[in-house]
């Protein structure tokens, strides 16, 4: 399965953009997939996961209550809508297909797409 990461840019603090996570090659399986970051000189981090149904959800404390984490398994898509933007959400996105473990992890996950970059301006 290859992952699409899609929909970054740039934005002015208190913005929002909808990030778009599409799989191809295989469908997402049933499985979770997450979001995760990474800023310039930091460790990638975790942001959000959902399960296949969407059921339940998890975010990082630092995005709870801005973004949510959607998907639509018909089009095999996943999305990241981010809301009252901070400058300390720049960063590259990245989504993953969980495979097992902590969702914490970045291990727990394999199929990585190719990240997009979200620059929130002050």
């Known amino acids: 399965v290859q992952l699409q990461a899609s929909g970054g840019g740039l934005v002015q603090a208190g913005g929002s953009l909808t990030l778009s996570c599409a799989a191809s090659?295989?469908?997402?399986?049933?499985?979770?997939v997450g979001w995760f970051r990474q800023a310039p000189g930091k460790e990638r981090e975790f942001v959000a996961v959902?399960?296949?149904?969407?059921?339940?959800?998890y975010y990082a404390d630092s995005v709870k209550g801005r973004f949510t984490i959607s998907r639509d398994n018909a089009k095999n898509t996943v999305y990241l809508q981010m809301n009252s933007l901070k400058p300390e959400d720049t960063a590259v996105y990245y989504c993953?297909?969980?495979?097992?473990?902590?969702?914490?992890?970045?291990?727990?996950?394999?199929?990585w797409g190719q990240g997009t970059l979200v620059t929130v301006s002050s």
């Open positions: 959902n399960n296949y149904s969407g059921g339940y959800t």
């Open positions: 090659g295989r469908t997402f399986s049933g499985s979770a």
């Open positions: 993953a297909r969980y495979y097992s473990g902590n969702y914490y992890y970045t291990t727990s996950y394999k199929f």
